[in-house]
């Protein structure tokens, strides 16, 4: 039997639907054949998993490195999601003060901030995020 395995994205730990080539296909094809890029094997070692979003962001744009591309993109996700991120903290204690309805609503909030913050500070190595459910991502579509 095969192994079922979620691919992460590399950049940002999200389901990865794409693969990213690290260094893009159209810097092969540009005449900088002389570059140091070049010698970088256009292979395997050039791609990894990767969310729509992250490649959406990364687009042709060429970096010295796959960690400067991770800084990049998570820069960007940063300034994309800053209301998300700064939204107010509440409690638990807070929170159950809290009409239902505003309860409800409360609670997506923090979780999409947690999404957020773990999207932005998702490290090389691999670690579980807190995944994008259907509610989240109708929220994120309401405040984005
Ligand atoms: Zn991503």
Partial sequence: MEEYEIKKCFYCGEDANTK?????????????????????????????????????????????????????????????????????????EDINA???????????QQMARSWALNRINYPVEMYPIVMLNYELKKFLEKEL
């Avoid at 992250?54 to 060429?62: P, Q, T, Y």
Wanted: proline share 2%; aromatic share 14%.
């Fill in 98 to 108: 809290m009409g239902k309805m505003l309860k409800r609503e409360i609670k997506i």
């Fill in 20 to 92: 990213d080539h690290i260094i893009p296909v159209s810097y092969y094809y540009s005449g900088k054949r002389q570059n140091r890029h070049f010698t970088s094997d256009y292979g395997k070692e050039n791609i990894v998993d990767c969310c729509r979003e992250c490649n959406c962001i990364a687009g042709n744009k060429v970096f010295d490195n796959v960690y400067k591309k991770k800084e990049y993109i998570q820069e960007r996700l940063t300034r994309k999601y800053k209301k998300v991120i700064n939204s107010p903290f509440w409690s638990e």
